[in-house]
């Protein structure tokens, strides 16, 4: 599962997130994330041609109004506000590695979720 982190990770063309996103892709398990991550960090033009390219191999699901109401529950429920995070966590089923720099956040939002993930940092 990635967040906002790991798009831009891959953007910058850090090493590790690259092997990471390589991995998944040999094991036949291509990462997963939503549209709203991918608006967080999408701003078009040849800059963003590594990201176009890691984006070949990544599951980007919608942001829907039904993941968009579960959302609004999960963050009354950990009392916070961003969508996107708690969309990203509503995706991870237990035991998913989620890839952010947001791990306060995250963390939370899991918990109040009742999901066991692992955060990663990029």
């Known amino acids: 599962m990635l967040d906002s982190g790991a798009l831009v990770a891959l953007e910058r063309n850090e090493r590790p997130m690259w092997v990471r996103l390589k991995a998944a892709q040999m094991e036949g398990a291509p990462p997963l994330t939503h549209a709203g991550v991918l ?3 999408w701003r078009g033009g040849p800059h963003q ?3 176009s390219q ?3 191999g990544i599951d ?3 942001l ?3 993941l968009a109401r ?3 529950q999960l963050l009354a429920a950990a ?3 961003d969508v996107i995070d708690a969309a990203v966590v509503l995706l991870a089923a237990d035991g998913h590695e989620i ?3 947001d791990l306060e956040d995250i963390e939370q939002l899991a918990a109040a979720s009742g999901c066991h993930v692992e955060l990663v940092h990029p």
Do not use: F, K, Y
């Open 39 to 41: 608006g967080q960090v």
């Open 49 to 51: 041609a590594r990201l």
């Open 54 to 56: 890691a984006l070949s």
């Open 60 to 62: 980007v699901r919608a």
């Open 64 to 66: 829907d109004e039904a």
């Open 70 to 72: 579960a959302a609004g």
């Open 79 to 81: 009392g916070l506000s």
């Open 99 to 101: 890839v952010t720099v």
